[in-house]
């Protein structure tokens, strides 16, 4: 079922999300060589708290950490911890926040100093293609169109677009219906309708879009090795339009 938001829970929304953009803002700032995946964590829990939210993440099916770390390879759900960050590295920051019954969600790609020009590539048209898709956001839209959004740009641009994984409705839960994939044919699939909020999250692949998961049950990998990237926003419909709850 999916369910519908008000504007005042959109707003109570609103809150959330601003706490989970601020953080993961100050986590980009300090994205560099030589730090731990488990320090951004440390970093993000102690803020989340201080800002009296809550670490969404923690202990959903299991899940231990606030955040979800993905380096590289890594397409998403990486587990914070001892792995050291090295220059030309990148890594997906993903974070959840609940705050006065409500959740936010969002997730960067951050480059880790110096990356080569080919994977710069990869995480400005993963960036785009969210941009591309929360424009599709509108009232009588179809789930299609911002699937689409993300495909065409992808593709256009020699990536893939990863299939087993999708974007999300988002409310006082994390995840609710629908779900919201990063593929689609526009004019198909179904009717946005105002009141909806949805977590879009394209993951974009350097090679094939085929992907599996890790023996530790979580972290998502490439078929293929090569890279991924993944950018987030959750995003509400509204009668006037789009509008990016989490973007600070």
């Known amino acids: 079922m999916i369910i519908l938001k008000s504007r005042d829970e959109i707003r109570k929304m609103a809150l959330a999300s601003r706490i989970v953009g601020e953080v993961l803002l100050k986590l980009k700032e300090a994205t560099a060589p030589g730090i731990t995946t488990d320090d951004l964590n440390r970093m993000a829990d102690e803020m989340i708290r201080q800002k009296k939210g809550v670490p969404t993440f923690i202990g959903y099916r299991g899940y231990p950490k606030a955040l979800c770390t993905s380096v590289n390879e890594e397409v998403v759900h990486g587990i914070p911890g001892k792995r050291v960050l090295k220059e030309g590295d990148i890594i997906g920051i993903d974070l959840g926040v609940t705050f006065e019954g409500f959740v936010g969600d969002s997730a960067i790609t951050v480059l880790v ?60 839960n994390m995840h609710e219906e629908p779900q919201v994939p990063n593929f689609g044919k526009p004019g198909t699939g179904l009717r946005i309708q105002e009141g909806m909020v949805l977590a879009i999250e394209p993951m974009v692949n350097m090679g094939t879009w085929e992907t599996e998961i890790l023996k530790d049950g979580w972290t998502v990998v490439t078929k293929d090795r090569k890279w991924s990237a993944h950018f987030e926003h959750t995003v509400a419909c509204t009668a006037e339009g789009p509008i990016v709850l989490t973007r600070v």
């Open 113 to 172: 100093g110096k990356v080569s020009a080919e994977v710069e590539r990869l995480v400005r048209v993963t960036a785009e293609s969210l941009d591309r898709a929360i424009e599709m956001v509108r009232v009588d839209a179809r789930l299609g169109d911002v699937g689409f959004a993300v495909q065409s740009h992808a593709e256009a641009n020699g990536f893939s677009v990863v299939r087993d994984f999708v974007g999300h409705g988002i409310g006082r």
